[in-house]
């Protein structure tokens, strides 16, 4: 694991590189992935990115679309702002609901839910801030199934977070979907280390 907050060229393999090892750079991803994975409630799943996810992202969607160099800075230019810079985690959450009816119908009412992800730790709140590239809820106030946020913490928070066994919650407060849930010690260690 790694602790760069950005991507470049040249950490990018080639194609047929790739190619050649690409099921053991999916199983080392899987690895890395396990701890930073966090369910909340019964539709919102966090997956907490960094470097090695995201190098991972890049050189898939240039694996599978074959786009050569011009891709690559499209791809970097929307994947680098979801590395964490040293003084935050950055989280892409998923709305995951199988029935296509049902997803239509939970996503209409959960407008500005990217506004309301936070975390606790120390008897303090993070507040999560939403990824600026678009609006990720419609003009009718339906949510996307996909956001991003980043959560932005102080020195203090920081040091609370990196302690042994501390209780870090994760949630949402929407007023349509309000849940939370406590951090596992594994994956409190894994994200500290997104820290510095």
Do not use: C
């Not at 996810?53 to 050569?68: A, D, F, N, R």
């Not at 994947?79 to 609901?97: C, D, H, Q, S, W």
């Not at 003009?139 to 980043?150: D, I, L, P, T």
């Amino acid at each position: 694991m790694t602790s760069r907050h950005e991507l470049t060229p040249a950490d990018i393999l080639p194609w047929a590189e790739y190619a050649k090892g690409r099921a053991e750079h999916r199983k080392r991803l899987t690895a890395i992935k396990r701890n930073r994975r966090v369910e909340v409630g019964p539709y919102v799943t966090f997956y907490f990115e960094n470097f090695d996810t995201m190098w991972s992202q890049v050189q898939e969607m240039l694996h599978i679309e074959k786009g050569g160099a011009t891709q690559l800075a499209d791809e970097l230019a929307a994947y680098n702002p979801l590395i964490p810079k040293g003084r935050e985690l950055v989280a892409t959450f998923m709305i995951e609901i199988d029935d296509a009816l049902r997803r239509a119908r939970v996503l209409a009412q959960l407008g500005g839910i990217e506004q309301t992800a936070f975390i606790e730790v120390g008897g303090e709140r993070v507040l999560g801030k939403a990824e600026e590239d678009q609006d990720r809820t419609s003009e009718e106030g339906k949510a996307s199934s996909v956001q991003f946020v980043h959560f932005p913490f102080t020195d203090t928070q920081i040091a609370a977070f990196k302690e042994p066994n501390a209780r870090v919650i994760l949630g949402l407060s929407h007023p349509s979907y309000s849940h939370m849930a406590v951090l596992s010690e594994a994956t409190r260690a894994a994200l500290a280390g997104d820290f510095g």
